[in-house]
């Protein structure tokens, strides 16, 4: 059995992502790279799915992954496995999190000015065949801030597939440990094998 290498591996694959998430989601606040006022912000960005969702709550999970692969430490073993098992289920909830709120975020659009000073969702309330994302033509009703709706779909849609990454990774650590769980690791086998 290799769930141990399987699981350092996997910490070591979801921490640059999670890195990522967090990144985008803090890009977001920073539409076109300037700073706005925070009612000039899209209203999906404060809940914070890359910070939280694809962030902190899979950094957690990645850490006690970390520590389950890694060979000589006080949780490479049937436990610690287990505890894996359940911190994944956490970060599968975190990315589920960053995932819907970037669709949401897509779906709805950015928020922006018109050109009449007033801040909008110009996009939102509109059906899968004339959706904004489709129509690159009628971005540039959006005149504040520029490149606004760039942006957005830009961010939004790395948190997208970032997150559904992330996501998969967390089920197979979860399959992992579980299968860790009911036979050991494979540190466990060679260990009790040199003694």
Not at 5 to 27: E, G, H, Q, S
Not at 44 to 53: E, H, K, N, R, S
Not at 123 to 132: A, D
Request: with cysteine.
């Amino acid at each position: 059995m290799c769930t141990g290498k399987w699981a350092k591996c996997t910490a070591d694959l979801l921490f640059p992502l999670a890195l990522c998430c967090i990144v985008a989601n803090i890009l977001l606040f920073f539409p076109n790279g300037k700073v706005w006022s925070t009612k000039k912000i899209t209203e999906a960005i404060w809940y914070l799915p890359g910070i939280i969702g694809g962030g902190i709550l899979v950094f957690l999970p990645a850490s006690l992954i970390r520590a389950v692969g890694t060979e000589g430490s006080c949780f490479s073993n049937r436990c610690g496995m287990m505890l894996s098992m359940v911190m994944s289920g956490l970060g599968v909830a975190g990315t589920l999190y960053c995932i819907l709120v970037s669709v949401v975020g897509l779906q709805d659009g950015p928020l922006c000015d018109t050109g009449d000073g007033v801040f909008i969702y110009p996009f939102s309330n509109q059906t899968l065949n004339e959706s904004y994302l489709f129509k690159q033509e009628i971005w540039e009703v959006c005149e504040q801030p520029e490149n606004v709706v760039l942006w957005n779909v830009v961010l939004f849609s790395i948190l997208l597939g970032v997150g559904t990454l992330e996501a998969v990774l967390s089920l197979t650590q979860v399959t992992n440990g579980l299968v860790g769980c009911l036979c050991g690791t494979s540190m466990n086998h060679r260990q009790a094998s040199m003694d």
